[in-house]
């Protein structure tokens, strides 16, 4: 059972120029979440999606981001006009249909690497 | 705003040696997991827990949630060159979807 794919693992952008980062969840799992890590730090949570939906993007800045997660075909974080500030190892996670508990686990993947230039 | 602070920031032992990693917050969280990262890699997960008071072990290390659910502890027992990482807490609430990270801690075990 393959696990969270991201590609690409490694991005180089100019300033100006748009990112696109893709993640496939595991099969079988509806939800996917996006994190964005800065070097030395913890995760951020950017955005929380289902297929066709975005469920929570309170974590995601307001301008030059955005998210898709559509019916067929993998996840999809945009960064358009990207800027240094940017860089950063973009993760995302994959969890199966919630159930009655608040708790889940969640799968990621290995990440993207963005480099703004 | 939920925060989850993480303590020791950094921390290098010996090959053999005990050590305890917090994870603390003045907020309540229906849920905590831990997760281990390697350089270049995803976070994987390696314990939840979700009951105050929890106990879980997983081989040589011990996971414990808070009785009030604000805090957590890791212990390692016998730590190994192995268990170096980056270890991150996640604290999750009821109803809102998403986990909340903790600012990490650095582990280096030397050989």
């Known amino acids: 059972n393959a696990g969270v794919m991201q590609n690409p693992r490694h991005l180089v952008r100019r300033r100006g120029q748009e990112a696109r980062l893709r993640c496939s969840p595991m099969?079988?799992?509806?939800?996917v979440y996006w994190y964005r890590q800065l070097p030395e730090e913890g995760l951020k949570f950017m955005v929380y999606?289902?297929?066709?939906?975005?469920?929570?993007e309170s974590g995601m800045p307001k301008e030059r981001f955005s998210a898709e997660f559509p019916k067929e075909g993998p996840s999809i974080l945009r960064i358009q006009q990207v800027v240094r500030g940017d860089s950063a190892a973009y993760f995302c996670?994959?969890?199966?249909?919630?159930?009655?508990?608040?708790?889940?686990?969640?799968?990621f993947g290995p990440g993207t690497r963005l480099t703004v230039t | 705003t939920q925060l989850l602070e993480q303590s020791p920031q950094f921390l290098s032992i010996q090959e053999g040696e005990n050590l305890t990693v917090y994870c603390n917050s003045s907020?309540?969280?229906?849920?905590l997991q831990w997760y281990r990262q390697e350089p270049g890699e995803g976070p994987v997960l390696l314990v939840t827990?979700?009951?105050?008071?929890e106990v879980k072990k997983l081989k040589r290390l011990t996971f414990q949630f808070g009785d009030a659910r604000k805090d957590s502890s890791l212990h390692i027992t016998a730590a190994q060159p192995g268990d170096t990482g980056l270890y991150l807490c996640?604290?999750?609430?009821?109803?809102?979807?998403?986990?909340?990270f903790g600012t990490g801690t650095r582990l280096k075990v030397l050989a």
């Open positions: 996670a994959s969890a199966p249909r919630l159930g009655q508990e608040s708790s889940y686990e969640q799968y």
């Open positions: 099969k079988g799992h509806s939800h």
């Open positions: 999606l289902q297929k066709e939906n975005i469920i929570d």
């Open positions: 907020s309540v969280f229906s849920s």
């Open positions: 827990v979700v009951t105050g008071g």
């Open positions: 996640a604290g999750g609430t009821s109803g809102t979807y998403k986990y909340i």
